[in-house]
């Protein structure tokens, strides 16, 4: 079992930055791999990044590389999140999730076991 807990959310102005956290609690952190997703309104939930379990491999969506940056903490149980150059199209709810699969690093929602609450960032124009 793996509880998951997002902060870090909040309205910023187009062009600012945001670091979301997201604080990992049951099993040992250091052996799964994680990832950002988010939903908009009216749309699905997409993609944002991952991370291995060691930090050593990293991915993103098109849509935020370069921008955004994930990264992890082991002896905090935490993984980040730092969301540069906003955009109002990043405006949706965040989540980050938990892949217990140790198989590598999956980039597809239904693929992660555990899912936080998630956090709402909005970007105005």
């Known amino acids: 079992q793996v509880q998951l807990v997002e902060s870090g959310g909040g309205l910023v102005q187009a062009g600012g930055s945001l670091r979301l956290s997201c604080a990992a609690s049951g099993r040992t952190f250091s052996s799964y791999a994680m990832g950002w997703f988010r939903q908009a309104p009216g749309k699905e939930r997409e993609f944002v990044a991952a991370?291995?379990?060691?930090?050593?491999?990293?991915y993103y969506a098109d849509s935020v590389k370069g921008r955004f940056t994930i990264s992890r903490d082991n002896a905090k149980n935490t993984v980040y999140l730092q969301m540069n150059s906003l955009k109002p199209e990043d405006t949706a709810v965040y989540y980050c999730?938990?892949?217990?699969?140790?198989?590598?690093?999956?980039?597809?929602?239904?693929?992660?076991?555990?899912w936080g609450q998630g956090t709402q960032v909005t970007v105005s124009s």
């Open positions: 991370i291995s379990w060691s930090g050593g491999s990293t």
């Open positions: 999730a938990a892949d217990l699969n140790q198989a590598g690093v999956a980039l597809s929602g239904p693929d992660y076991d555990y």
